[in-house]
């Protein structure tokens, strides 16, 4: 079974995270510890405080991964939007396009297109094929969109081929 992009990510970052717990914050401390007193060590307190943070972020990253990794990719839809698509939308009162990635919220980058799955453009999209028209409510009022392109995680990472477009 294909494993998302993104939890690839975070499998590194994770591995990053242990080696740094197991192999240089051991360092620190012990250095730290060199010092003398430990009730008046900045380094210690600062190194204890790190190694509190990576373990509870660890925690997250390893609950988040088995999250993500129950997702399977074959029941993503090849013909519709879905987690991973990417969508070129038209703006039905200006006609201007913009491209649209669907994305789990760590992937989130409002600046690359980036959009989550439960933002109201995403939920909107969700399920919805080319030439199929949307309403978003945003802030300046409602705004009428129409998929004119359509692109599935299937495609993009190569699992089989899966996008359609126009």
Known sequence: MAELPVVKRLRKEMETLRRELTVELPKELERARAHGDLSENAEWAMAKQRQEFLRARLNNLE???????????????????????????????????????????????????????????????????????????TPKGKRAYMVRKLVTIHALIGVENGGSGN
Not at 92 to 103: M, P
């Open 63 to 137: 609950a988040r991964v088995a999250e993500l990794s129950m997702i399977n990719i074959e029941s993503i839809p090849r013909d519709t939007v879905g987690l991973g698509s990417k969508v070129e939308l038209e703006d039905l009162d200006d006609g201007i396009r913009a491209e649209f990635e669907i994305v789990v919220p760590e992937e989130v980058d409002g600046a690359q297109n980036r959009i989550s799955l439960s933002s109201p453009l995403g939920r909107a999209l969700i399920g919805k094929a080319c030439d199929d028209d949307i309403e978003v409510q």
